[in-house]
């Protein structure tokens, strides 16, 4: 049986039994934020060198000013989307010390 990590630090610790710790959330390559985040990047890459100006030397109408602007607004989302979701959150183990 496990206990809270209050229980430990207040001396209730019982003999025998695992000591529990927690993370304060998952690792960010567990998450599908990330998968997600890396998606919408490779979609800005992509439709940046698609749609370039041909050539033809038009203008460009998705330039990479464009594509590093749109990188940095993901960027800052997916930023604060973990921050929230680190809030919080947590992810107990056992760090294998008996109490």
Not at 8 to 30: D, L, M, Q, W, Y
Not at 45 to 69: K, Q, W
Request: aromatic share 8%; proline share 1%.
């Amino acid at each position: 049986m496990a206990y809270a990590s209050s229980d430990i630090s207040a001396g209730n610790a019982r003999a025998g039994r695992t000591h529990r710790v927690s993370t304060e959330t998952k690792s960010a390559f567990k998450t599908t934020e990330l998968m997600v985040y890396l998606a919408a990047v490779v979609a800005v890459i992509i439709t940046t060198v698609a749609v370039g100006n041909g050539g033809d030397g038009g203008t460009d109408p998705f330039s990479a000013l464009d594509a590093i602007r749109y990188i940095s607004y993901l960027t800052i989302g997916y930023m604060i989307a973990r921050g929230l979701a680190k809030m919080g959150s947590r992810e107990t183990y056992d760090d294998g010390r008996k109490g």
